[in-house]
Protein backbone atom coordinates (compact mmCIF):
# COMPACT_ATOMS: atom_id res chain seq x y z
CA UNK A 1 0.00 0.00 0.00
CA UNK A 2 1.33 3.33 -0.67
CA UNK A 3 -0.24 6.82 1.08
CA UNK A 4 2.77 9.34 1.30
CA UNK A 5 0.32 11.87 2.75
CA UNK A 6 -0.41 10.10 5.91
CA UNK A 7 3.15 8.23 6.45
CA UNK A 8 5.70 11.21 4.87
CA UNK A 9 4.44 14.14 5.79
CA UNK A 10 2.20 14.43 8.75
CA UNK A 11 2.97 13.83 12.67
CA UNK A 12 4.72 10.59 14.20
CA UNK A 13 1.24 9.69 15.41
CA UNK A 14 0.15 9.69 12.38
CA UNK A 15 2.52 7.87 10.47
CA UNK A 16 2.37 5.18 13.55
CA UNK A 17 -1.15 4.69 13.20
CA UNK A 18 -1.53 4.39 9.41
CA UNK A 19 1.15 1.83 9.08
CA UNK A 20 -0.82 0.01 12.51
CA UNK A 21 -4.15 0.17 10.19
CA UNK A 22 -2.16 -1.11 6.91
CA UNK A 23 -0.62 -4.04 8.84
CA UNK A 24 -4.39 -4.80 10.42
CA UNK A 25 -5.50 -4.67 6.84
CA UNK A 26 -3.11 -7.35 5.95
CA UNK A 27 -0.86 -5.12 4.01
CA UNK A 28 3.23 -6.79 3.89
CA UNK A 29 4.83 -4.04 2.25
CA UNK A 30 4.47 0.05 2.73
CA UNK A 31 5.89 1.94 -1.00
CA UNK A 32 7.33 5.30 0.56
CA UNK A 33 8.62 8.00 -2.00
CA UNK A 34 11.82 9.47 -0.88
CA UNK A 35 11.64 12.81 -2.43
CA UNK A 36 15.30 14.26 -3.66
CA UNK A 37 14.04 17.63 -3.24
CA UNK A 38 12.83 16.86 0.17
CA UNK A 39 15.68 15.47 1.62
CA UNK A 40 17.94 17.73 0.01
CA UNK A 41 16.32 20.88 1.32
CA UNK A 42 19.01 23.26 2.67
CA UNK A 43 21.57 21.00 1.93
CA UNK A 44 24.05 24.11 0.34
CA UNK A 45 22.19 26.80 2.32
CA UNK A 46 25.10 28.02 3.99
CA UNK A 47 28.73 28.64 2.61
CA UNK A 48 29.91 26.15 5.34
CA UNK A 49 27.53 23.83 4.57
CA UNK A 50 28.67 24.30 1.07
CA UNK A 51 32.40 23.70 1.69
CA UNK A 52 31.46 20.32 3.87
CA UNK A 53 28.27 18.94 1.72
CA UNK A 54 29.19 16.32 0.52
CA UNK A 55 25.47 14.46 -1.37
CA UNK A 56 26.83 10.48 -1.14
CA UNK A 57 27.13 11.00 2.87
CA UNK A 58 23.98 10.71 4.70
CA UNK A 59 25.51 12.62 7.36
CA UNK A 60 25.69 16.51 5.97
CA UNK A 61 22.22 16.52 4.68
CA UNK A 62 20.12 18.70 7.53
CA UNK A 63 19.51 15.83 9.76
CA UNK A 64 15.94 16.73 10.34
CA UNK A 65 15.32 16.17 6.64
CA UNK A 66 15.86 12.41 7.39
CA UNK A 67 13.71 11.89 10.16
CA UNK A 68 10.46 11.15 8.29
CA UNK A 69 12.19 7.88 6.87
CA UNK A 70 13.61 6.95 9.60
CA UNK A 71 10.54 6.81 11.82
CA UNK A 72 9.13 5.08 8.87
CA UNK A 73 11.57 2.05 8.53
CA UNK A 74 11.89 1.59 12.38
CA UNK A 75 7.95 1.71 13.38
CA UNK A 76 7.31 -0.76 9.99
CA UNK A 77 10.01 -2.76 11.61
CA UNK A 78 8.50 -2.92 14.93
CA UNK A 79 5.05 -3.84 12.91
CA UNK A 80 6.95 -6.78 10.18
CA UNK A 81 5.90 -4.51 7.32
CA UNK A 82 8.76 -4.02 4.61
CA UNK A 83 9.96 -1.09 3.44
CA UNK A 84 9.78 -0.32 -0.65
CA UNK A 85 11.93 3.07 -1.25
CA UNK A 86 10.85 4.58 -4.67
CA UNK A 87 13.75 7.45 -4.33
CA UNK A 88 12.71 9.94 -7.09
CA UNK A 89 13.42 13.65 -8.20
CA UNK A 90 12.55 16.52 -8.60
CA UNK A 91 15.96 17.29 -6.76
CA UNK A 92 17.31 20.18 -5.82
CA UNK A 93 17.98 23.20 -7.72
CA UNK A 94 21.37 22.51 -8.23
CA UNK A 95 20.95 19.53 -9.18
CA UNK A 96 19.41 19.72 -12.52
CA UNK A 97 20.32 21.44 -15.93
CA UNK A 98 18.92 25.69 -16.29
CA UNK A 99 16.07 25.19 -18.78
CA UNK A 100 16.34 27.05 -21.77
CA UNK A 101 14.27 31.01 -21.18
CA UNK A 102 11.50 29.21 -22.72
CA UNK A 103 11.00 26.37 -20.71
CA UNK A 104 11.73 28.20 -17.32
CA UNK A 105 8.44 27.03 -16.11
CA UNK A 106 9.56 23.27 -16.22
CA UNK A 107 12.71 24.18 -14.25
CA UNK A 108 12.13 21.85 -11.04
CA UNK A 109 12.28 18.40 -13.41
CA UNK A 110 14.45 19.60 -15.72
CA UNK A 111 17.16 17.56 -16.92
CA UNK A 112 18.04 15.92 -13.71
CA UNK A 113 22.18 15.43 -13.49
CA UNK A 114 22.81 11.13 -13.25
CA UNK A 115 25.86 11.88 -11.66
CA UNK A 116 24.33 13.80 -8.72
CA UNK A 117 21.33 11.51 -8.04
CA UNK A 118 24.35 9.17 -7.96
CA UNK A 119 24.94 10.51 -4.57
CA UNK A 120 21.47 11.33 -3.47
CA UNK A 121 21.31 7.11 -3.77
CA UNK A 122 24.43 6.71 -2.43
CA UNK A 123 23.52 8.46 0.86
CA UNK A 124 19.99 6.60 1.35
CA UNK A 125 21.74 3.56 0.62
CA UNK A 126 24.49 3.88 3.30
CA UNK A 127 21.96 5.16 6.06
CA UNK A 128 19.77 2.30 5.49
CA UNK A 129 22.34 -0.61 5.48
CA UNK A 130 21.41 -2.03 8.21
CA UNK A 131 24.87 -0.84 9.99
CA UNK A 132 24.17 3.24 10.01
CA UNK A 133 23.67 4.69 13.02
CA UNK A 134 21.62 7.85 13.26
CA UNK A 135 21.77 10.60 15.72
CA UNK A 136 20.34 8.89 18.91
CA UNK A 137 23.38 6.24 18.27
CA UNK A 138 20.75 3.44 17.27
CA UNK A 139 21.33 1.82 14.11
CA UNK A 140 18.63 2.10 11.31
CA UNK A 141 17.10 -0.70 10.25
CA UNK A 142 17.88 -1.79 6.84
CA UNK A 143 15.64 -1.51 3.10
CA UNK A 144 16.49 -3.95 0.42
CA UNK A 145 13.66 -3.07 -1.49
CA UNK A 146 13.87 -0.15 -4.21
CA UNK A 147 13.08 1.59 -7.41
CA UNK A 148 14.44 4.61 -9.04
CA UNK A 149 12.67 7.81 -9.81
CA UNK A 150 8.78 7.94 -10.69
CA UNK A 151 6.62 8.27 -13.51
CA UNK A 152 9.81 9.41 -16.13
CA UNK A 153 7.20 9.10 -18.50
CA UNK A 154 4.92 11.83 -17.37
CA UNK A 155 5.95 15.86 -17.71
CA UNK A 156 5.43 16.16 -13.90
CA UNK A 157 8.50 14.28 -12.74
CA UNK A 158 10.65 14.44 -15.47
CA UNK A 159 11.32 17.12 -18.58
CA UNK A 160 11.85 17.69 -20.89
CA UNK A 161 9.84 14.62 -22.46
CA UNK A 162 10.56 15.82 -26.36
CA UNK A 163 12.70 17.91 -27.59
CA UNK A 164 15.08 18.73 -30.66
CA UNK A 165 17.42 16.28 -31.41
CA UNK A 166 20.21 17.76 -33.16
CA UNK A 167 21.69 14.60 -34.17
CA UNK A 168 18.83 13.27 -35.95
CA UNK A 169 17.70 17.12 -37.26
CA UNK A 170 13.74 16.55 -35.37
CA UNK A 171 11.81 16.47 -32.52
CA UNK A 172 12.33 13.34 -30.65
CA UNK A 173 11.70 11.36 -26.86
CA UNK A 174 14.51 13.05 -24.67
CA UNK A 175 13.35 11.59 -21.21
CA UNK A 176 14.10 8.03 -21.91
CA UNK A 177 17.43 8.88 -22.26
CA UNK A 178 17.50 10.97 -19.43
CA UNK A 179 16.32 8.10 -17.03
CA UNK A 180 18.32 5.45 -18.45
CA UNK A 181 21.36 7.53 -17.62
CA UNK A 182 19.29 8.31 -13.82
CA UNK A 183 18.24 4.45 -13.43
CA UNK A 184 21.82 2.86 -14.21
CA UNK A 185 24.02 5.41 -11.94
CA UNK A 186 21.07 4.70 -9.25
CA UNK A 187 21.66 1.53 -9.51
CA UNK A 188 25.32 1.73 -9.52
CA UNK A 189 24.47 3.74 -6.22
CA UNK A 190 23.30 0.57 -4.53
CA UNK A 191 25.90 -1.76 -5.59
CA UNK A 192 28.37 0.73 -4.38
CA UNK A 193 26.48 0.71 -1.21
CA UNK A 194 25.99 -3.28 -0.67
CA UNK A 195 22.15 -3.52 -2.07
CA UNK A 196 23.38 -5.10 -5.22
CA UNK A 197 21.43 -8.30 -4.53
CA UNK A 198 18.71 -6.40 -3.16
CA UNK A 199 15.29 -6.08 -4.58
CA UNK A 200 15.39 -2.84 -6.76
CA UNK A 201 12.57 -2.33 -9.75
CA UNK A 202 13.15 -0.13 -12.87
CA UNK A 203 10.12 1.91 -14.03
CA UNK A 204 7.11 3.24 -12.14
CA UNK A 205 6.17 4.16 -15.53
CA UNK A 206 2.32 5.79 -16.07
CA UNK A 207 -0.14 3.97 -18.36
CA UNK A 208 -1.28 6.50 -20.64
CA UNK A 209 0.17 8.99 -22.93
CA UNK A 210 -0.08 11.60 -25.34
CA UNK A 211 0.11 11.98 -29.12
CA UNK A 212 1.08 15.25 -28.90
CA UNK A 213 5.43 16.03 -28.66
CA UNK A 214 6.30 18.85 -26.52
CA UNK A 215 8.05 18.83 -23.53
CA UNK A 216 5.64 17.78 -20.88
CA UNK A 217 3.27 15.67 -23.04
CA UNK A 218 3.22 12.44 -21.16
CA UNK A 219 4.90 9.79 -22.95
CA UNK A 220 2.61 6.19 -23.84
CA UNK A 221 4.73 3.23 -21.37
CA UNK A 222 5.42 1.06 -24.69
CA UNK A 223 6.99 4.02 -25.97
CA UNK A 224 8.48 4.96 -23.64
CA UNK A 225 10.41 1.34 -22.44
CA UNK A 226 11.74 0.94 -25.80
CA UNK A 227 13.21 4.41 -26.04
CA UNK A 228 14.81 3.22 -22.67
CA UNK A 229 16.16 0.26 -24.04
CA UNK A 230 17.48 1.25 -27.34
CA UNK A 231 14.37 -0.15 -29.81
CA UNK A 232 12.92 1.29 -32.42
CA UNK A 233 8.47 0.64 -32.80
CA UNK A 234 8.73 -2.67 -34.19
CA UNK A 235 11.32 -3.35 -31.56
CA UNK A 236 14.78 -3.79 -33.25
CA UNK A 237 17.47 -2.53 -31.72
CA UNK A 238 19.03 0.96 -32.36
CA UNK A 239 22.58 1.04 -33.96
CA UNK A 240 25.22 3.39 -35.24
CA UNK A 241 23.87 6.82 -35.79
CA UNK A 242 20.17 6.31 -34.64
CA UNK A 243 21.95 4.49 -31.29
CA UNK A 244 24.61 7.44 -30.58
CA UNK A 245 21.70 10.23 -31.19
CA UNK A 246 19.71 8.14 -28.23
CA UNK A 247 22.76 8.30 -25.95
CA UNK A 248 22.75 4.42 -26.11
CA UNK A 249 26.65 4.02 -25.62
CA UNK A 250 25.47 4.20 -21.52
CA UNK A 251 25.05 0.74 -21.81
CA UNK A 252 28.37 -0.01 -22.95
CA UNK A 253 29.65 2.20 -20.10
CA UNK A 254 27.08 0.57 -17.07
CA UNK A 255 25.96 -2.35 -18.28
CA UNK A 256 22.99 -3.80 -19.01
CA UNK A 257 19.52 -2.37 -17.26
CA UNK A 258 19.73 -4.66 -13.82
CA UNK A 259 16.79 -4.98 -12.29
CA UNK A 260 14.39 -7.54 -10.79
CA UNK A 261 10.95 -6.39 -12.27
CA UNK A 262 9.30 -3.39 -13.95
CA UNK A 263 7.05 -1.14 -11.74
CA UNK A 264 4.29 0.18 -12.91
CA UNK A 265 1.33 1.96 -12.68
CA UNK A 266 -1.90 0.27 -14.36
CA UNK A 267 -4.30 3.11 -13.58
CA UNK A 268 -7.45 2.70 -15.77
CA UNK A 269 -9.17 6.02 -14.21
CA UNK A 270 -13.00 5.64 -15.76
CA UNK A 271 -13.00 2.35 -17.38
CA UNK A 272 -13.51 -0.99 -15.78
CA UNK A 273 -10.24 -2.64 -15.29
CA UNK A 274 -11.48 -5.17 -17.77
CA UNK A 275 -11.79 -2.28 -20.56
CA UNK A 276 -8.32 -1.56 -21.90
CA UNK A 277 -7.34 2.40 -23.23
CA UNK A 278 -7.93 3.08 -26.72
CA UNK A 279 -4.11 3.39 -27.55
CA UNK A 280 -2.30 0.12 -28.56
CA UNK A 281 0.40 1.78 -26.76
CA UNK A 282 -0.74 2.08 -23.23
CA UNK A 283 -0.50 -0.33 -20.91
CA UNK A 284 -3.58 -0.58 -18.30
CA UNK A 285 -4.75 -2.98 -16.01
CA UNK A 286 -7.32 -4.86 -18.60
CA UNK A 287 -3.41 -5.55 -21.16
CA UNK A 288 -0.69 -5.45 -18.19
CA UNK A 289 0.19 -8.69 -19.60
CA UNK A 290 1.63 -7.44 -22.30
CA UNK A 291 4.44 -5.71 -20.36
CA UNK A 292 6.17 -8.73 -19.45
CA UNK A 293 6.07 -9.64 -23.12
CA UNK A 294 7.28 -6.59 -24.44
CA UNK A 295 9.95 -6.99 -21.71
CA UNK A 296 11.11 -10.62 -23.50
CA UNK A 297 10.64 -9.34 -26.59
CA UNK A 298 13.01 -6.53 -25.87
CA UNK A 299 15.52 -9.12 -23.83
CA UNK A 300 15.74 -10.54 -27.03
CA UNK A 301 16.44 -7.86 -29.40
CA UNK A 302 18.59 -5.86 -27.66
CA UNK A 303 20.34 -7.33 -24.36
CA UNK A 304 19.56 -4.60 -22.45
CA UNK A 305 17.50 -6.43 -19.76
CA UNK A 306 17.02 -9.78 -18.68
CA UNK A 307 14.36 -11.95 -19.72
CA UNK A 308 11.51 -12.94 -17.18
CA UNK A 309 11.48 -9.92 -15.74
CA UNK A 310 8.29 -9.79 -13.32
CA UNK A 311 6.12 -6.70 -12.82
CA UNK A 312 5.33 -4.92 -10.13
CA UNK A 313 1.72 -3.36 -9.72
CA UNK A 314 3.14 -0.85 -7.83
CA UNK A 315 0.23 1.98 -7.87
CA UNK A 316 -3.39 1.13 -8.28
CA UNK A 317 -6.55 2.66 -7.28
CA UNK A 318 -10.22 4.59 -8.27
CA UNK A 319 -11.19 8.24 -7.11
CA UNK A 320 -14.87 8.18 -6.07
CA UNK A 321 -17.84 10.27 -6.02
CA UNK A 322 -18.21 11.39 -3.16
CA UNK A 323 -16.33 12.95 -2.68
CA UNK A 324 -14.70 14.41 -6.16
CA UNK A 325 -17.34 15.19 -8.34
CA UNK A 326 -15.24 16.01 -11.43
CA UNK A 327 -13.12 12.48 -11.25
CA UNK A 328 -14.79 10.08 -9.21
CA UNK A 329 -16.49 6.61 -10.28
CA UNK A 330 -19.17 5.22 -7.55
CA UNK A 331 -18.20 3.99 -4.18
CA UNK A 332 -19.56 0.58 -5.08
CA UNK A 333 -17.82 0.48 -8.95
CA UNK A 334 -13.99 1.72 -6.63
CA UNK A 335 -14.73 -1.85 -4.13
CA UNK A 336 -15.93 -3.78 -7.34
CA UNK A 337 -13.56 -2.31 -9.64
CA UNK A 338 -10.30 -2.83 -6.71
CA UNK A 339 -11.32 -6.56 -6.38
CA UNK A 340 -11.01 -7.15 -10.01
CA UNK A 341 -7.71 -5.80 -10.60
CA UNK A 342 -6.74 -7.94 -7.94
CA UNK A 343 -8.18 -11.12 -9.57
CA UNK A 344 -6.44 -9.86 -13.25
CA UNK A 345 -2.78 -9.12 -11.26
CA UNK A 346 -3.57 -12.84 -9.89
CA UNK A 347 -4.22 -14.01 -12.85
CA UNK A 348 -0.61 -13.11 -14.47
CA UNK A 349 2.19 -15.30 -13.17
CA UNK A 350 4.37 -12.36 -13.75
CA UNK A 351 2.86 -10.24 -11.36
CA UNK A 352 4.81 -10.15 -8.17
CA UNK A 353 2.80 -7.42 -6.04
CA UNK A 354 -0.32 -5.37 -5.97
CA UNK A 355 -0.34 -2.15 -4.50
CA UNK A 356 -3.08 0.00 -3.48
CA UNK A 357 -2.58 4.28 -3.48
CA UNK A 358 -4.20 5.21 -1.11
CA UNK A 359 -5.57 4.10 2.85
CA UNK A 360 -6.90 7.94 2.81
CA UNK A 361 -8.12 10.27 0.23
CA UNK A 362 -5.99 13.17 0.40
CA UNK A 363 -7.26 16.67 1.68
CA UNK A 364 -8.50 18.88 -1.17
CA UNK A 365 -6.86 22.03 -2.27
CA UNK A 366 -8.72 24.43 -0.10
CA UNK A 367 -7.44 27.43 -1.51
CA UNK A 368 -9.84 26.90 -4.66
CA UNK A 369 -13.45 27.30 -4.82
CA UNK A 370 -15.14 23.95 -3.96
CA UNK A 371 -17.03 23.85 -7.36
CA UNK A 372 -13.57 24.09 -9.01
CA UNK A 373 -11.76 21.12 -10.39
CA UNK A 374 -8.56 22.64 -8.79
CA UNK A 375 -10.34 21.77 -5.56
CA UNK A 376 -10.12 18.31 -5.93
CA UNK A 377 -6.88 17.99 -7.89
CA UNK A 378 -5.25 15.80 -5.41
CA UNK A 379 -6.36 12.12 -5.25
CA UNK A 380 -9.57 10.22 -3.79
CA UNK A 381 -9.00 7.11 -3.82
CA UNK A 382 -8.28 5.86 -0.41
CA UNK A 383 -10.09 2.91 1.40
CA UNK A 384 -11.23 5.65 4.01
CA UNK A 385 -12.45 9.39 3.42
CA UNK A 386 -10.55 12.20 5.04
CA UNK A 387 -12.93 11.86 8.21
CA UNK A 388 -11.56 8.34 8.55
CA UNK A 389 -15.12 7.20 8.00
CA UNK A 390 -14.43 3.69 5.85
CA UNK A 391 -15.54 3.29 2.25
CA UNK A 392 -17.03 -0.02 0.82
CA UNK A 393 -13.75 -0.38 -0.79
CA UNK A 394 -12.49 -1.00 2.80
CA UNK A 395 -14.77 -3.92 2.96
CA UNK A 396 -13.20 -5.31 -0.35
CA UNK A 397 -10.47 -4.64 0.20
CA UNK A 398 -10.20 -6.93 3.57
CA UNK A 399 -11.69 -9.61 1.97
CA UNK A 400 -11.43 -9.49 -1.90
CA UNK A 401 -13.82 -11.49 -4.02
CA UNK A 402 -14.30 -12.00 -8.20
CA UNK A 403 -16.95 -14.71 -9.56
CA UNK A 404 -17.20 -15.18 -13.10
CA UNK A 405 -19.55 -17.85 -15.32
CA UNK A 406 -21.08 -20.37 -15.35
CA UNK A 407 -18.28 -22.35 -15.23
CA UNK A 408 -20.10 -25.52 -15.87
CA UNK A 409 -23.62 -27.17 -14.41
CA UNK A 410 -23.79 -29.59 -11.23
CA UNK A 411 -24.26 -32.82 -12.77
CA UNK A 412 -26.29 -33.63 -9.73
CA UNK A 413 -28.54 -30.57 -9.16
CA UNK A 414 -28.33 -29.34 -12.66
CA UNK A 415 -27.54 -26.14 -11.28
CA UNK A 416 -24.87 -23.73 -12.84
CA UNK A 417 -21.27 -23.41 -11.71
CA UNK A 418 -19.51 -20.27 -11.05
CA UNK A 419 -15.60 -19.90 -10.42
CA UNK A 420 -15.39 -17.80 -7.20
CA UNK A 421 -11.63 -15.91 -6.30
CA UNK A 422 -10.85 -14.54 -3.32
CA UNK A 423 -8.56 -13.42 -0.43
CA UNK A 424 -8.78 -13.71 2.92
CA UNK A 425 -6.11 -10.63 3.06
CA UNK A 426 -6.73 -9.56 6.88
CA UNK A 427 -5.56 -12.86 8.32
CA UNK A 428 -2.40 -12.82 6.45
CA UNK A 429 0.06 -15.66 6.63
CA UNK A 430 -2.34 -18.33 6.89
CA UNK A 431 -2.19 -20.93 9.43
CA UNK A 432 -0.43 -18.25 12.13
CA UNK A 433 -3.83 -18.97 13.68
CA UNK A 434 -4.98 -22.32 12.63
CA UNK A 435 -6.73 -23.43 9.39
CA UNK A 436 -8.85 -20.89 8.21
CA UNK A 437 -12.17 -21.21 6.07
CA UNK A 438 -14.44 -19.20 4.17
CA UNK A 439 -18.45 -19.80 3.43
CA UNK A 440 -20.04 -19.43 -0.05
CA UNK A 441 -23.67 -17.84 0.79
CA UNK A 442 -25.83 -16.96 -2.37
CA UNK A 443 -29.57 -14.28 -2.00
CA UNK A 444 -31.60 -14.51 -4.90
CA UNK A 445 -32.34 -10.98 -6.77
CA UNK A 446 -35.81 -11.42 -4.87
CA UNK A 447 -34.13 -10.80 -1.80
CA UNK A 448 -34.66 -12.80 1.09
CA UNK A 449 -31.89 -14.47 3.76
CA UNK A 450 -28.06 -15.38 2.74
CA UNK A 451 -27.69 -19.25 2.65
CA UNK A 452 -24.86 -20.99 2.44
CA UNK A 453 -23.75 -23.09 -1.46
CA UNK A 454 -21.27 -25.33 -1.70
CA UNK A 455 -19.25 -26.90 1.18
CA UNK A 456 -16.67 -24.44 2.94
CA UNK A 457 -13.80 -23.65 1.53
CA UNK A 458 -10.57 -24.34 3.02
CA UNK A 459 -7.38 -22.24 3.02
CA UNK A 460 -4.22 -22.94 2.79
CA UNK A 461 -2.39 -20.58 0.31
CA UNK A 462 -0.04 -18.29 2.41
CA UNK A 463 -1.32 -15.21 1.01
CA UNK A 464 -4.79 -16.27 1.80
CA UNK A 465 -6.07 -16.71 -1.90
CA UNK A 466 -8.89 -19.17 -2.44
CA UNK A 467 -11.03 -20.28 -5.75
CA UNK A 468 -13.65 -22.87 -5.63
CA UNK A 469 -16.73 -23.67 -8.09
CA UNK A 470 -19.55 -22.94 -6.60
CA UNK A 471 -23.59 -24.16 -7.36
CA UNK A 472 -25.50 -21.37 -7.90
CA UNK A 473 -29.45 -21.85 -8.05
CA UNK A 474 -30.52 -18.74 -9.48
CA UNK A 475 -29.77 -14.62 -10.51
CA UNK A 476 -28.69 -12.69 -7.39
CA UNK A 477 -25.87 -12.43 -5.31
CA UNK A 478 -23.24 -14.30 -3.79
CA UNK A 479 -20.51 -13.04 -1.05
CA UNK A 480 -17.28 -14.63 1.30
CA UNK A 481 -18.04 -15.12 4.86
CA UNK A 482 -15.47 -15.74 7.54
CA UNK A 483 -16.00 -16.49 11.11
CA UNK A 484 -13.13 -16.35 14.14
CA UNK A 485 -12.73 -16.52 17.14
CA UNK A 486 -10.34 -13.29 17.17
CA UNK A 487 -11.17 -9.59 15.50
CA UNK A 488 -13.26 -9.00 13.71
CA UNK A 489 -14.52 -12.36 14.86
CA UNK A 490 -17.06 -11.88 11.66
CA UNK A 491 -16.41 -10.59 8.22
CA UNK A 492 -18.02 -10.81 5.16
CA UNK A 493 -16.67 -9.71 1.56
CA UNK A 494 -19.03 -7.23 -0.74
CA UNK A 495 -21.52 -8.55 -2.84
CA UNK A 496 -20.49 -10.38 -6.26
CA UNK A 497 -23.78 -9.99 -8.57
CA UNK A 498 -24.00 -14.03 -10.29
CA UNK A 499 -26.90 -15.04 -13.15
CA UNK A 500 -28.63 -18.56 -12.97
CA UNK A 501 -28.34 -18.90 -16.79
Known amino acids: MMDDDQLVYRNDRTRDRTLA ?9 VRVTMLWSVVADQARSTAARRRHFNG ?10 WD ?94 WAYNRALHRIAPASPAIYRSLFLYGRKALEDTGHGHDYIFAGETAPLGSHKRSTRSPMYPKQFIREVLCADASGHPFAGHSAAARGCSVFDKLGPLRAIA ?68 SLAKQAEYLNIGDF ?38 GLYFTGQRPKPALQAYLLPIYAYGPSGTDPSTGQHLYTVWGQLRFRRPINVYGPERVTIEFRPSGGGAWRQTGGP ?20 SIRAHWR ?5 RDWTSREARVRGG
Request: aromatic fraction near 12%; glycine fraction near 8%.
Open 68 to 161: RFDGIVRTARRLGLAVYFNVTGPGPSWAHERAPASHRADQRTWMPKSREFYKFVAAAGKRYSGTYKARNGQVLPRVVVWSLWNEPNQGGWLTPQ
Open 344 to 381: LAFANPRVAGQTQFLLTDAAPQRQYPRTSRKYWFTYQS
Open 484 to 488: GSTAP
Open 262 to 329: WAHHPYTKHLPPTVRDPSPDSITMANLKELPSLLDELARSTHHVASGLSVMSSEFGYETNPPDPYNGT
Open 457 to 476: VTITNAQGFFGAYVPVPGSG
Open 56 to 65: ANPSTYPPRN
Open 21 to 29: TMKALGVDM
